[in-house]
Each structure stands twice: as C-alpha cells, then as structure tokens.
T-cell receptor, first 115, second 117 residues
C-alpha cells in the first residue's frame, strides 16, 4: 500500500531560525514528489515538484531534497519568518498503469514560527 | 490571471440532506480534481475530471459524485449527508495537455467548508 509519512507532526521554532521537515514514502513506481504549503483556512500552494533525477530544488528560502534510493525527502526552511507558520504537505505521485497516476498525501507538518 | 474559484466558501447542512459544491478552474486548465480534508485523515483524493470525463476516482462511497462541464467548470455532489462528511472540500485544476500522463502542478482553490449537523 502506498504511504507517505511526515515528521514531525508539529514544530515550534523561533523567528529567524532554520528548520527541516521530513517525508518518507513507500510509493512505487515513483513519478514525482511535491511539497505544498497550506495556510490555515486556505488552499495548499505548491512549493516544489521533484522528479526522480532531481536531488535538490529551491524556491526562495525553501529547499527540498530527494533521495530516491532511501525514499526520503526533506524540506529545509532558512531564516524562518512569521509568515512561514502553516502546514506543509508532502505528496508523492505514482504511476498506476495505462497512463494513470495516483497521488498519495502525507498528513502534513504543522509549523509555528514565534517571535 | 484568476485562480481557482470555489463556491460556496462555507455551508451548514443537516444529516440526510444533499449538497452541491462548485469549482471554476484557471482559464485553460482542463483537469479538475477534488479532495476532502479533515484534521484526522488529511487530504484525500475524491476524483479527477478531464474534458468532461472522470478519469480517476478515490475510495469514497457512491454518495460522492461529480461532473465536469464543457467549459471545464466542475461540481461535486454529496447525497444523504452524514456527520462524518464535515470537512474542507478542495478543488484543484492543472494544465494537462492530454488525458494520459502525470498530473501537472496543482492549483488549489480556497475550499468549501461543509459542516453537517
């Protein structure tokens, strides 16, 4: 069964500090991995999409890494800001055959940045 | 360029009623997918439509249904509402050129928050 596990479930950090969120998956065959940011009461917004051949991808202060061998990804946030307070969701796409794909969602990490 | 628009944003229903939610995708996007989000289960895939055809369906009972119109706008319907249907329902559109191939980047709407009493 395809699964995506995220850790930690929640995290509190001081403004200006860095943090790393983890995503482990057992999805196969792997197509791509996505990170989304979801502010409270809003829809998710895409941060990065990584394919099998990409190890690192950055979007401003957000840097995602992917290790397809160990089936792990991380999202590193540098110099955190209060606006980074949100849930971060890891999503893995798998090919199910005949051109169809399935998205498996993690339950997210809730990040709180405090002054 | 306008984003994905979902209506209504909030609604309250009672058990046994039915509800219809609407989603207008980004102009030019032919793929629309629907998701249910609850605190306990996170985001769960409901179904995806491409050019008025349902091309993928999640593991939800038949009370959940949807459709897509020729202008790519989509609706989802939930009949015989249960308390457990209370959730944030999210719609996403993507720029998919053909019916095959991986889903492109998803652009989500703000969601419709349904409360069932």
């Amino acid at each position: 069964k395809n699964q995506v596990e995220q850790s930690p479930q929640s995290l509190i950090i001081l403004e200006g500090k860095n943090c790393t969120l983890q995503c482990n998956y057992t999805v196969s065959p792997f197509s791509n991995l996505r990170w989304y940011k979801q502010d409270t009461g809003r829809g998710p917004v895409s941060l990065t999409i990584m394919t099998f051949s990409e190890n690192t991808k950055s979007n401003g202060r957000y840097t995602a890494t992917l290790d397809a061998d160990t089936k792990q990804s991380s999202l590193h946030i540098t110099a955190s800001q209060l606006s980074d307070s949100a849930s971060y969701i890891c999503v893995v796409s798998a090919r199910t055959g005949a051109g169809s794909y399935q998205l498996t969602f993690g339950k997210g990490t809730k990040l709180s940045v405090i002054p | 360029k306008a984003g994905v628009t979902q209506t209504p944003r909030y609604l309250i229903k009672t058990r046994g009623q039915q509800v219809t939610l609407s989603c207008s995708p980004i102009s030019g996007h032919r793929s629309v997918s629907w998701y249910q989000q609850t605190p306990g289960q996170g985001l769960q895939f409901l179904f995806e439509y491409f050019s008025e055809t349902q091309r993928n369906k999640g593991n939800f009972p038949g009370r959940f249904s949807g459709r897509q119109f020729s202008n790519s706008r989509s609706e989802m319907n939930v009949s015989t509402l249960e308390l457990g249907d209370s959730a944030l329902y999210l719609c996403a559109s993507s720029l998919r050129e053909t019916q095959q191939g991986p889903p492109g980047e998803l652009f989500f709407g703000e969601g419709s928050r349904l409360t069932v009493l």
